[in-house]
């Protein structure tokens, strides 16, 4: 009977490893087939040569940061589909995405695309940001972005109007507050969105009578992909391209929140359909990563940049070309590294710091047109860290004095116990210390911003026939700058003297 026994034990006991073979067997065969059906999806995306990523610029002084290595900075271009080249077309939408490898929060920064910069085709060449990447397709638009703002960007991704029609109705529509002049100038770009892209749209009927502020939030519609990419595209409206950049984040935020409740059939339809319509320089494994912890990504603050400028036809009568003028490229620099990656106290690159003088000098605004609010920016952040020094440094004074008065108080007890001394220590002075302040270095190392003015430089007149206009009006100085680009073979950027 003992012997019937033991035999079921082994028995059941061999059923249940039989089962978990086959259960780990099933997990594995089902992991595979994931695996193989993402790397399927991830085949329609057209993948450039990886390689490409050497030739992007960064500044010598951002290769090996240890801040930038906790953050995965990708560049994001929206490409005008009218060209249908997702090479070199003018990049409609500019945004750099920084993921907090850590706490996976996500910032996003829309680069103003008439944002005078240097563009990197030579030293002398300053244009309009959204110029480089028709002139040298991704890997010049990534430079322009490392190189003028101290960015590490070696990787982007490539959309057109067509990809973003077809995620938001795949997804069902977006629910968006709009105002008057948002409706009234959505409609009208709907037309242009819908005959290239194919989709179709119904017009919002706009209210009547007309409110009288039409900037006013009206209500939350329910947006089609045409509708909602229109929306994306609006300029001329209150905020001009400020504005534009921030309702294409608005948009970007509320796709990001239904897709993470969308179903698994609707990620599939989504892949099978936008897929092709993308291009990157990522692998296939980079891809599935980012991929993996996209349910862990927390969409955090939002920005433009430049956040303190100047635009409209005091600029385009200084310089020739109606854009907008960072003031001061330096500054603007300080606040994004701030913003992005809590860098308090950054102090931009040579380069920066050379292209900055060198906007300030050709357009005529400099640190005299420093917005007050990236003023007031810069006075907070300075008076932070100069309390930050002074707590540091009482506190280690306190330490150190704490630790003197603990080794005097054994010494003197040492000397009390030898009664048969004939010594006298009552004044207690042979192990004083001195911890006069004139001991200690504090030299205040905060930017000195005193010369900055009052003027807020901010300017709202903006021409509407430049819209979309020609770049043959671009500035080109006929003088030479004091220095000469050179770029060393591990594509570090430097600006150095002649």
């Not at 059923?15 to 089902?30: A, D, H, K, S």
């Not at 040569?49 to 906790?70: F, I, L, R, T, Y």
Request: charged share 30%.
């Amino acid at each position: 009977m003992a012997k019937r026994s033991r035999n079921t034990v082994k028995r059941k006991r061999r059923r249940l490893i039989f089962g978990i073979e086959l259960v780990v067997l099933l997990v594995l065969v089902g992991v595979l087939f994931v695996y193989a059906n993402i790397t399927n999806k991830l085949g329609k995306i057209d993948i450039s040569d990886s390689a490409g990523s050497a030739d992007v610029k960064v500044n010598e002084q951002v290769v090996g940061s240890k801040v930038m290595k906790g953050y995965t900075n990708i560049a994001l271009f929206g490409v005008d589909s009218r060209e249908e080249n997702l090479d070199s077309s003018n990049s409609d939408t500019t945004i750099v995405a920084s993921i907090n490898n850590d706490t996976k929060e996500v910032k996003l920064v829309s680069i103003y695309r008439d944002t005078y910069l240097n563009i990197g085709q030579d030293k002398d060449k300053y244009d309009k940001a959204n110029a480089a990447y028709a002139i040298g397709g991704p890997v010049q638009a990534m430079s322009m972005l490392n190189t003028n703002m101290d960015l590490n960007i070696k990787n982007y991704v490539a959309v057109d109007f067509n990809a973003l029609v077809k995620v938001i109705d795949l997804l069902g529509g977006l629910d968006v507050d709009l105002s008057y002049e948002e409706i009234e100038h959505m409609n009208n770009y709907c037309v242009e969105t819908s005959e290239k892209t194919g989709a179709s749209y119904e017009p919002i009927e706009k209210p009547d009578p007309k409110p009288e502020d039409e900037s006013k939030i009206l209500g939350t519609y329910h947006l089609n992909g045409v509708q909602a990419t229109s929306y994306c595209r609006i300029r001329y409206t209150s905020g001009w391209d400020m504005k534009r950049t921030e309702r294409q984040r608005y948009i970007i935020s509320l796709m990001v929140e239904k897709a993470k409740k969308a179903s698994l059939s609707t990620l599939n339809d989504i892949m099978d359909e936008v897929f092709p319509m993308i291009k990157t320089n990522f692998t296939k494994t980079e891809l599935i990563q980012l991929g993996m912890g996209i349910l862990s990504y927390q969409l955090g603050d939002t920005q433009g940049f430049p956040k303190s400028n100047i635009m409209g036809e005091d600029v385009k009568d200084a310089i020739g070309i109606d854009c907008v003028v960072p003031t001061t490229l330096e500054a603007n620099v300080k606040q994004l590294h701030a913003f992005l990656f809590d860098q308090e106290d950054y102090s931009p690159s040579e380069t920066v710091l050379k292209r900055s003088d060198y906007i300030a000098a050709h357009t005529g605004f400099g640190n005299d047109y420093v917005s007050d609010e990236l003023k007031q920016y810069i006075s907070d952040r300075e008076s932070a860290l100069d309390d930050e020094k002074n707590s540091d440094s009482e506190e280690e004074i306190d330490t150190q004095s704490d630790a003197s008065s603990e080794t005097s108080a054994d010494d003197m007890s040492a000397y009390s116990q030898d009664s048969s001394s004939s010594d006298n220590y009552s004044n207690g002075n042979s192990n004083h210390n001195d911890y006069d302040d004139s001991d200690y270095d504090y030299e205040d190392n905060s930017d000195d911003y005193s010369g900055y003015g009052n003027n807020n430089g901010y300017y709202n007149s903006y021409n509407e026939d430049n819209s979309d206009g020609d770049e043959s009006g671009s500035y080109n100085s006929e003088e030479s700058d004091d220095s000469d680009n050179s770029y060393s073979d591990d594509n570090t950027y430097s600006e150095e003297e002649e």
